[in-house]
């Protein structure tokens, strides 16, 4: 049975709801039983909160952190018995929904034998990166997040995209030998458009604020998906190919992010229906306001985030178990449980 460590590592990582995603990922696939080479018993989470990519990679090789900082979920330190505790009493909870609610399901979903296909497209792809497609004995897996994206560029890293080039490394995973990375936010964006009925490869406009890292991804996958583009100034600039230009049609955004989130450009792209804001707050809510709240332009960060988490296991670091992840509606309904949870509890 492989042993999994897993952390979410930048600053601030207080915040992060990647720990209950990951857990509810890993509890979703214990369902399929002895296919499985790793359960929820199995796995350690952790928070690396660091401003150094040099400390992150430490803490894979090290298998701790020195310092771990406290949950804004639990009020208490990561890793200590109260939090792991709670964070185990939500995973619990939200595995008792098994179907998603039926205003986050997909607008458009692939039949089962194009979903058959996908799957397999993201084995094949791994094994021509030569990346392993079981699980090793002692597997370590790292989400990055500000400001530690930009920080790699070492040889001594492998990657199966051009996250490194794009200075969007946002996944990692140790081998047993090396690390090997990936940027999937602006696959995550994509996963999100396409759910939401866009049909990027029909050429779908895509409006863009922000200069960063995720940004960066975005406009790559977005255009690599036959999608265009079009920039709007914000707090750092965004170059976009040599042999791109900024789409100046006038046409209606199919679809928009904001980066940036400070609202600043709202006029300029309230006219598109679907907007995403890749900022999530904090929900005081119960489950109904919620999911109100997650149905409401701009969509809530929340949506990128669980989208962008399932690539990660997709094209990363489980690619063999594609086919038996959950859907972005159901991960995103359990989350809310989740979170639900640990509101009533904490």
């Known amino acids: 049975m492989a042993q999994i460590r897993y952390a979410i590592s930048g600053r601030p990582v207080s915040h992060s709801l990647s720990p209950l995603l990951f857990g509810l990922v890993v509890s979703n696939l214990e369902k399929f039983g002895k296919k499985m080479e790793f359960n929820f018993k199995n796995t350690t989470i952790e928070l690396v909160d660091t401003l150094t990519i040099e400390n992150a990679l430490g803490w894979g090789y090290a298998g701790r952190t020195p310092d771990p900082p406290m949950w804004d979920y639990t009020g208490a330190t990561f890793g200590k018995y109260r939090t792991q505790a709670l964070l185990n009493r939500a995973i619990e909870a939200a595995m008792k929904v098994e179907d998603s609610d039926q205003?986050?399901?997909?607008?458009?979903?692939?039949?089962?034998?194009?979903?058959?296909?996908?799957?397999?497209?993201?084995?094949?792809d791994a094994k021509n990166h030569n990346l392993p497609t079981y699980c090793l004995e002692n597997e370590v897996w790292l989400n990055l997040t500000s400001p530690l994206k930009h920080q790699l560029s070492s040889e001594a890293v492998s990657t199966i995209d051009e996250s490194m080039a794009l200075q969007a490394v946002n996944t990692l995973r140790w081998d047993g030998q090396g690390w090997w990375c990936a940027g999937v936010d602006g696959l995550g964006v994509i996963s999100v458009a396409r759910h939401?009925?866009?049909?990027?490869?029909?050429?779908?406009?895509?409006?863009?604020?922000?200069?960063?890292?995720?940004?960066?991804?975005?406009?790559d996958?977005?255009?690599?998906?036959?999608?265009?583009?079009?920039?709007?100034?914000?707090?750092?600039?965004?170059?976009?190919?040599?042999?791109?230009?900024?789409?100046?049609?006038?046409?209606?955004?199919?679809?928009?992010?904001?980066?940036?989130?400070?609202?600043?450009?709202?006029?300029?792209?309230?006219?598109?229906?679907?907007?995403?804001?890749?900022?999530?707050?904090?929900?005081?809510?119960?489950?109904?306001?919620?999911?109100?709240?997650?149905?409401?332009?701009?969509?809530?960060?929340?949506?990128?985030?669980?989208?962008?988490?399932?690539?990660?296991?997709?094209?990363?670091?489980?690619?063999?178990?594609?086919?038996?992840?959950?859907?972005?509606?159901?991960?995103?309904?359990?989350?809310?449980?989740?979170?639900?949870?640990?509101?009533?509890?904490a």
């Open 103 to 124: 205003r986050l399901v997909a607008k458009f979903e692939f039949e089962l034998e194009e979903q058959s296909r996908i799957a397999e497209s993201f084995l094949l």
């Open 196 to 219: 939401h009925g866009v049909q990027i490869e029909n050429g779908a406009l895509l409006g863009i604020v922000g200069g960063g890292g995720a940004a960066r991804a975005t406009v």
């Open 221 to 345: 996958a977005w255009l690599k998906a036959g999608g265009k583009v079009r920039l709007f100034s914000g707090r750092r600039p965004l170059q976009l190919p040599p042999e791109v230009e900024s789409d100046n049609s006038g046409s209606p955004l199919d679809f928009a992010v904001d980066f940036d989130g400070n609202g600043a450009y709202q006029n300029e792209l309230e006219s598109c229906s679907l907007r995403l804001n890749p900022n999530y707050q904090s929900q005081n809510s119960d489950i109904e306001s919620r999911i109100e709240q997650l149905i409401t332009t701009p969509l809530d960060g929340r949506w990128m985030l669980v989208a962008q988490h399932l690539e990660a296991w997709n094209r990363l670091w489980a690619p063999q178990y594609a086919d038996m992840l959950p859907s972005i509606g159901l991960l995103l309904t359990q989350l809310i449980h989740a979170e639900n949870t640990l509101e009533n509890h």
